[in-house]
């Protein structure tokens, strides 16, 4: 593994300030942990609860370049993010 578990953490508390500005709210990831699915590149999730949608979703996060990948909630297919030339994540349209 090339990211230590706390800069997993860091990493996704910024994505997660960038996509949910309104809801985010300290020590909302409950865990983090290395996908046992991922084949060929290790992919970490993390796992966190945002209290407006009383739900656990999943950030992916790309061992092997740092970036998030994509979003997994309960009720949707994975959104994708992207970084925008302000340094900030958002959806991918």
Sequence with gaps: MKLPESDVIKIAEKVLRDLHQE???????????????STNTAIWLAAFKISAFDTTEFLSISDETSEPID?????????????GDDGKYRYKN
């Design 23 to 37: 809801f985010y709210v300290e020590n909302c990831i409950e865990k983090v942990f290395v996908d046992p699915g």
């Design 71 to 83: 979003l997994q909630t309960s009720t949707e297919e994975p959104l994708k993010l992207i970084k």
